[in-house]
């Protein structure tokens, strides 16, 4: 399955701390994306980063893909207690989404 | 920016009854939606790829007798989850395509619909 791998499973850090997810997968792709769930809500849309792109910012948000090495990263600059979620990548191709397993995040004030 | 619901958000339900779910995207047309489960403390997995005025594509594994999907308008599409039992309590979360100005599709998620069977 070309489902996404990611880790940490889970993250605790103090707010103001950096936090970075890694996410792989098997087979190519057109887009990586990343979203959030908070706890027993639907995603929220982050940020996607397209296979021939190496690095996109989004204001705290900043995300690399390095297709050689199949692997994702999300990073997660001056956390915040609301940043206390789940973080999910999802491989994109052919349209579908084949998401990870996920890393829970916890941002302690 | 893109809105997609979900109704009901929450459902309890007798085994063997049938219940229906269903996604509405609020400010655009959808002709591609997507069903997903998860279960607690799990990843969404992909159940079925529901396409406007045509069959719905099952994933590996899913009932397609049991879980109905139709897609009847750009803007609807349902999840009937039929003769339904406690295995399938789980929560539900349908996605819809936006084809973006730059041409790259980004899916949008309801909120959910949290489906449980005594």
């Known amino acids: 399955s070309q489902q996404g791998e990611e880790d940490p499973q889970a993250l605790s850090i103090q707010e103001g701390e950096n936090a970075t997810m890694n996410c792989s997968y098997k087979?190519?792709?057109?887009?990586l994306q990343w979203y959030r769930q908070n706890s027993g809500r639907g995603l929220v849309h982050l940020i996607l980063i397209r296979s021939n792109e190496r690095e996109k910012h989004s204001g705290r948000l900043r995300v690399t893909l390095d297709t050689s090495k199949k692997s994702s990263s999300l990073l997660i600059t001056a956390s915040r207690a609301a940043d206390t979620a789940s973080y999910f990548c999802a491989v994109g191709n052919t349209g579908k989404l084949i998401f990870g397993q996920g890393t829970t995040l916890q941002v302690k004030p | 920016g893109a809105v997609v619901s979900q109704h009901p958000s929450r459902v309890i339900c007798k085994s063997g009854t049938s219940v229906k779910i269903e996604c509405r995207s609020l400010d655009f047309q959808a002709t591609t939606m997507f069903w997903y489960r998860q279960f607690p403390k799990q990843s969404l997995m992909l159940m079925a790829t529901s396409n406007e005025g045509s069959k719905a594509t099952y994933e590996q594994g899913v009932e397609k007798d049991k879980f109905l999907i139709n897609h009847a308008s750009l803007t609807l599409s349902t999840l009937t989850v039929t003769s339904a039992h406690p295995e399938d309590s789980s929560f539900y979360i349908c996605?819809?395509?936006?084809?973006?100005?730059?041409?790259?599709?980004?899916?949008?998620f309801g909120p959910g619909t949290r489906l449980t069977v005594l």
């Open positions: 996605s819809a395509v936006y084809l973006t100005s730059g041409g790259t599709d980004t899916q949008y």
């Open positions: 087979t190519s792709i057109n887009n």
